[in-house]
């Protein structure tokens, strides 16, 4: 019977939401690691009883967890996270450098054929891989050792590596995204990267062909058209149809184009989200009132959807990986806000009801459709 | 044998009620302690000190004793009462945040 698994982390704990194909009645699980900080959770798309988890804490570091039987147990596995060689330095706040310093992982991305490998986006910002099912941890170094490093600096969350994209047509090819730092592209597998954000705008940043210095908030695919990339930038939603080699703006008629998540539907590549928020300096939503938009068009032209979501007094955010779509043939889109609350639609946007209403801030959301 | 309190979020981490017993062979000092409680419990390695640089993490202290010894050299010997058993030593998460 198919089932849908929501795989939430929070800043107090992981919850594993699951219902079955109708998506309206839902059991909740957790807190798993109560009191840890959970920045991700995410399945293998080959065996999706293998889960990994982002587990840590300012005291105590980090954690990462792993689970062979689709989160009802876990066990810790290697949470040494060296960089490779001499760190070396990058910008700082204050314009003097400063050294790498490990401080946690944001994201985390399973391969798409072996559930032994996952990635794993770091702050300050680097890519790691285990090819042992989470035991080890190896950085690709090529990343942090472009000729841009030095210039990387972060952004008011942290320099960290928070979006991770694997190429299914391509094994070869990675996208990843940094803040503030930009887009990268990989297309020997790790082994040397460069930046992709021609067409970013970025105020503040003098030159308007910078090669690094985006904050960019997340980037989204459809795995049928991996050479189409959606990007949610700091301010400016963002599009590119040559794999990164160049970016159009496509905020449209967008009320505000700050925001966080951007997601795609699963069976219409043009069918995009966004969650808009004020502004840089309001992280909430316009008016009060929590819209998800939703472009049929590929940007540009985007709609309001609001049945189910509330409509005043309403001052949460929606964080960059807090938003994530089912596979069902009627797409489910589901997002988490710092409110606590999750949301889920079962008809790809068109309502919304909530799953939970007082979970802990929330800082992921992932969907893992199951047979 | 050697008495160790956990903060809450390492007992849960490394499966633990309680305090937790270590042995050590040779000089009592916070090193060698660490040392073992992380040879018993490998999970707790990282979540205490850094696993490159072995410092302790900066919102981790250590009391004894009703003395703070978070800044004392990691091979400075540890009160006689720790090292016998007659007190335990206090691996604390610094009092910050919500």
């Avoid at chain 2, 050299?73 to 206090?90: C, F, Q």
Wanted: glycine residues 10%; charged residues 20%.
């Amino acid at each position: 019977m198919t089932g849908i698994r929501v795989l939430v982390g929070t800043r107090k704990g992981a919850f594993v939401l699951t219902s079955d194909g109708a998506r309206v009645q839902w059991e909740v699980s957790g807190p798993h690691f109560a009191g840890w900080e959970i920045y991700h959770v995410k399945g293998s798309p080959v065996d999706p009883n293998r889960l990994y988890a982002s587990q840590s804490s300012a005291w105590f570091g980090q954690v990462m967890q792993r689970s062979n039987d689709g989160g009802k147990s876990w066990e810790p596995v290697g949470n040494a996270f060296a960089y490779d060689g001499v760190p070396g330095t990058h910008l700082w706040y204050d314009g003097t450098q400063h050294p790498w310093e490990f401080k946690r992982v944001w994201h985390l991305e399973p391969s798409l054929t072996d559930p032994d490998t996952v990635y794993a986006g770091v702050e300050d910002a680097a890519l790691f891989r285990s090819s042992d099912g989470g035991q080890t941890w190896h950085e690709l170094s090529g990343l942090r050792c472009h000729t841009s490093g030095p210039r990387w600096q972060p952004g008011a969350g942290g320099m960290c590596l928070h979006t991770i994209l694997l190429d299914p047509s391509d094994p070869k090819r990675i996208f990843i995204a940094i803040s503030a730092a930009g887009a990268f592209r990989t297309d020997d597998a790790g082994k040397t990267w460069r930046p992709v954000n021609r067409g970013l705008k970025s105020v503040g940043i003098p030159d308007p062909n910078a090669e690094v210095g985006h904050c960019v908030h997340r980037i989204a695919m459809h795995p049928a058209r991996p050479n189409v990339l959606f990007m949610q930038k700091h301010w400016d939603v963002m599009r590119s149809d040559d794999a990164g080699d160049s970016w159009q703006e496509v905020s449209g008629n967008l009320p505000t184009d700050f925001g966080f998540p951007i997601g795609v539907h699963a069976h219409e590549p043009d069918t995009i989200y966004v969650v808009p928020i004020t502004s840089d300096s309001q992280h909430y939503p316009l008016e009060g009132k929590l819209r998800v938009y939703r472009s049929r068009t590929g940007g540009n032209e985007w709609e309001a959807l609001t049945k189910g979501l509330p409509q005043k007094d309403c001052y949460v955010n929606v964080l960059r990986d807090a938003m994530a779509v089912d596979t069902l043939d009627s797409c489910g889109v589901y997002f988490g806000t710092t409110g606590g609350q999750v949301y889920a639609s079962a008809d790809a946007g068109d309502s919304w009801a909530p799953i939970v209403r007082d979970l802990p801030a929330v800082l992921s959301v992932e969907v893992q459709t199951l047979a | 044998m050697i008495r160790v309190i956990l903060p809450a979020h390492l007992r849960m981490l490394a499966r633990v009620e309680g305090e937790v017993h270590v042995t050590v062979d040779g000089p009592v000092t916070r090193g060698a302690v660490l040392d073992s409680l992380e040879s018993t419990f490998p999970v707790l390695r990282g979540t205490i000190r850094d696993h490159v640089t072995q410092r302790r993490r900066p919102m981790v202290r250590f009391f004894a004793c009703e003395e703070d010894l978070s800044n004392e050299a990691p091979d400075a010997p540890l009160p006689e009462s720790v090292a016998t058993g007659a007190e335990p030593l206090l691996v604390v998460g610094a009092m910050a945040g919500g």
